[in-house]
């Protein structure tokens, strides 16, 4: 019986490191695409390239909270931290665009990016397994 008890001790660590590693994979991925289809349009590095789209209003106001406002969270870019703060407008569960996603910029998405640029589990030079990217602000 305990020999039984161990082996599905095992396999569960397994299945929880690999969900785990896939949510891990799947993320960089969306990260990535959204850095490639803000530099499509604006010149330099990552944390450019999102911020010229965040202020952009040609773009959809459903577009800049995705590709912009969460991927700049998820690359912790200081640099829009003062952007960010000028548009939150302390609604961290985001009742005020709850419903208008195409009109008004995710609140609860700015909430969760200034967050992840604020805070840091391992510190802000150190790679932050949990769920932060600032590698990838190349």
């Given at each position: 019986?305990?020999?039984?008890?161990?082996?599905?001790?095992?396999?569960?660590?397994?299945?929880?490191?690999?969900?785990?590693?896939?949510?891990?994979?799947?993320?960089?991925?969306?990260?990535?695409?959204?850095?490639?289809?803000?530099?499509?349009?604006?010149?330099?590095?990552?944390?450019?390239?999102?911020?010229?789209?965040?202020?952009d209003t040609n773009n959809s106001s459903q577009k800049r909270s995705?590709?912009?406002?969460?991927?700049l969270g998820q690359i912790r870019s200081r640099k829009a931290l003062?952007?960010?703060?000028?548009?939150?407008?302390?609604?961290?569960?985001?009742?005020?665009?709850?419903?208008?996603?195409?009109?008004?910029?995710?609140?609860?998405?700015?909430?969760?990016?200034?967050?992840?640029?604020?805070?840091?589990?391992?510190?802000?030079?150190e790679k932050n397994w949990f769920g932060s990217w600032p590698e990838?602000?190349?």
């Amino acid at each position: 019986m305990k020999r039984i008890l161990f082996i599905v001790g095992i396999c569960l660590a397994i299945l929880f490191f690999s969900f785990f590693l896939a949510g891990r994979i799947m993320c960089g991925i969306g990260i990535r695409e959204r850095i490639n289809i803000a530099k499509k349009h604006y010149p330099g590095k990552a944390e450019d390239a999102l911020i010229a789209y965040l202020a952009d209003t040609n773009n959809s106001s459903q577009k800049r909270s995705d590709v912009a406002i969460w991927t700049l969270g998820q690359i912790r870019s200081r640099k829009a931290l003062p952007i960010l703060n000028g548009l939150y407008k302390n609604d961290p569960l985001g009742m005020t665009c709850k419903g208008h996603h195409n009109t008004v910029l995710c609140q609860y998405e700015i909430h969760k990016a200034k967050v992840s640029i604020e805070h840091s589990w391992l510190g802000a030079k150190e790679k932050n397994w949990f769920g932060s990217w600032p590698e990838l602000n190349k």
